[in-house]
């Protein structure tokens, strides 16, 4: 059941593409054998799947661009957001070691918040964000570069708070139930209609069978555009983990995201598992991993967990596995 369960959500979340797609397009083509010459008014059938035709890809056409649109401006805000977590990092360095190790400890946990709760849910980090923030205008400078160093990190912290802004806004428009329900409603009458029209021959079965595939593909982006998944390898998770590294940090994963091919990291990588559903994230447990390959080399190692907790506390574990080593 709990196999069954995590397929189902795979292909609802637009994460399997193959199996859908080749179900439905084998379904429609039998289904056109099967039906034959025994259907309606073929003229009727024709106007029916002309209507629907137009409809559905007026509707797709447009939602798609707006989807689309809606995950640039997200990726671009991302981005942005860890430029300046990056800047405040290197800038705060001439207030010394001890308080860039601190402001690093809060980059490093606000990160891990982002990370922990999807991307649509993006203000769940808020806490972890405003401590950062807090810690950044909490600076005393008490020369003339760092005074002007620390004027620049409240310019950053006001532009971060903006993005943020941004973000949180942006990510809250997804498409709701009801456009869903018309979209699919639109789709399966249309499938309908296509498994009719071929009247029986194998080669027209075959013909609705992959024209009714290619509809399901299409499906299935909207969905991962809608849940700002499309193409985050390049843009949200290789970024992150170049990020990361760059502090001395080793990059902070979901294993669920390592499993479903969604991102695969090198070198020693803080895998995060969550025992307890979505979006219960206090019992998550973290293990250093080793997964070889480039950027094996090890970033600062810590001993706190990557919330701020000691390993044995009750919220989160931190062990250290080699995988390259067959005692682990």
Request: with cysteine; aromatic share 6%.
């Amino acid at each position: 059941m709990r196999g069954a369960r995590s397929t189902f959500e795979a292909i609802a979340h637009g994460e399997i593409v193959a199996l859908p797609t080749a179900v439905t397009g084998v379904a429609v083509t039998v289904s056109s054998v099967l039906i034959g010459s025994r259907r309606g008014d073929v003229r009727v059938d024709v106007a029916l799947a002309s209507m629907a035709a137009f409809l559905f890809g007026i509707l797709l056409a447009f939602t798609i661009v707006r989807t689309r649109e809606r995950l640039s401006v997200v990726q671009d805000l991302v981005a942005k957001g860890d430029a300046s977590l990056f800047s405040a990092h290197q800038m705060v360095a001439v207030f010394g070691e001890d308080r860039r190790e601190a402001i690093r400890e809060l980059i490093d946990r606000h990160l891990t918040d982002q990370i922990d709760y999807r991307l649509v849910d993006y203000h769940r980090a808020s806490p972890s964000y405003l401590e950062l923030v807090e810690a950044l205008y909490a600076l005393d400078p008490s020369n003339a570069q760092q005074d002007a160093v620390y004027k620049e990190l409240v310019a950053l912290c006001i532009a971060m708070g903006n993005d943020r802004a941004l973000i949180e806004a942006t990510t809250g428009q997804a498409l709701s139930p009801l456009e869903w329900v018309g979209l699919l409603l639109l789709l399966l009458l249309l499938l309908a209609l296509i498994a009719v029209l071929p009247g029986g021959t194998v080669l027209g079965g075959l013909v609705a069978g992959t024209l009714a595939a290619t509809l399901v593909t299409l499906m299935l982006l909207l969905r991962r555009l809608d849940l700002l998944r499309w193409h985050e390898r390049v843009t949200i998770w290789e970024p992150t983990a170049r990020l990361f590294r760059k502090m001395g940090r080793h990059p902070y994963v979901p294993r669920e995201v390592i499993a479903k091919g969604r991102f695969r990291p090198a070198g020693h990588v803080r895998v995060v598992d969550y025992p307890d559903p979505y979006p219960n994230r206090a019992t998550k447990v973290v293990t250093v991993e080793d997964l070889g390959g480039e950027g094996s080399g090890r970033g600062h190692d810590s001993a706190t967990t990557a919330d701020g907790n000691e390993p044995n506390s009750t919220a989160a574990l931190w062990t250290e596995v080699d995988l390259t080593d067959d005692r682990s």
